[in-house]
């Protein structure tokens, strides 16, 4: 084992709201929207936590990860973050990296996926340190630590570099950790403003559009329910005349 792979005693780098357990284990894994950190808690995972944001929470998320060599995995599991989109947005960045120039994660549907805090370096370096599992929307815990053993099985041993820090740049971002609200970022990047706009009235537009969906399903049910009733009703009077003519 090479000191190179080491990871100091301050990791991770980047506070958050997760559980640490054997920083040496080859497993990462990033709950989304549920709150399953009493399940990782002590496990044989080296870090478990939510994922609520598509840019400061992934910039975050891959920091950390680079950061420590022995991470060669990656489990996306729990209820996806509605608006922000943050599971498909991990594995937008898994496959498509980002574009060099906008910051932004090619094919992500969130709203904002700005990572102006990443070098290209960074997010080829996640992209090759690690495997991704995909489990979205998958809250079993037995399931899932099914997939940590297997994980843990197959370890191909620490990535063969040095641990990547990237500092961010915090206090230039605004984080609202809330999935009623599409995020916000305020910074002083040169991001255009329009552009963060626009994201924002097509995610908004993408909601508006399933709840149209719903309400339309909901009203094709409620108005078959009122066209059987009112046929039964017509039957069953029809029936009643007939047998009132048969008795007279």
């Not at 840019?55 to 022995?70: D, F």
Request: with cysteine; aromatic share 6%; net charge negative.
């Amino acid at each position: 084992m090479s000191d190179k792979n080491e990871v100091g005693s301050d990791w991770p780098f980047e506070t958050g709201d997760y559980v640490l357990g054997d920083i040496h284990s080859p497993v990462a894994v990033v709950t989304l929207g549920s709150n399953m950190n009493n399940h990782f808690d002590n496990s044989e995972v080296s870090i478990a936590g939510p994922l609520h944001t598509e840019n400061l929470g992934i910039e975050k998320m891959v920091t950390n990860i680079i950061s420590n060599p022995y991470i060669r995995y990656l489990i996306i599991c729990g209820s996806e973050v509605q608006g922000h989109i943050t599971g498909k947005t991990v594995e937008a960045l898994y496959e498509n990296g980002i574009d060099p120039e906008k910051k932004t994660i090619l094919g992500s549907p969130g709203a904002i996926p700005f990572v102006e805090n990443l070098p290209v370096e960074a997010v080829e370096r996640f992209k090759d340190q690690i495997e991704l599992i995909s489990m979205i929307d998958n809250e079993n815990t037995d399931e899932i630590d099914i997939k940590i053993k297997e994980c843990i099985e197959n370890n191909p041993g620490p990535y063969n570099e040095e641990p990547m820090i990237i500092e961010l740049n915090e206090k230039e971002d605004v984080e609202e950790n809330t999935e009623e609200n599409v995020e916000l970022i305020e910074d002083n990047h040169n991001v255009d403003s329009s552009s963060i706009n626009l994201l924002e009235i097509e995610s908004r537009i993408r909601f508006m559009k399933a709840e149209i969906n719903e309400i339309a399903s909901l009203e094709k049910i409620s108005s078959g329910y009122y066209a059987g009733k009112i046929e039964g009703i017509v039957i069953g009077f029809i029936i009643t005349i007939i047998l009132l003519i048969i008795i007279l």
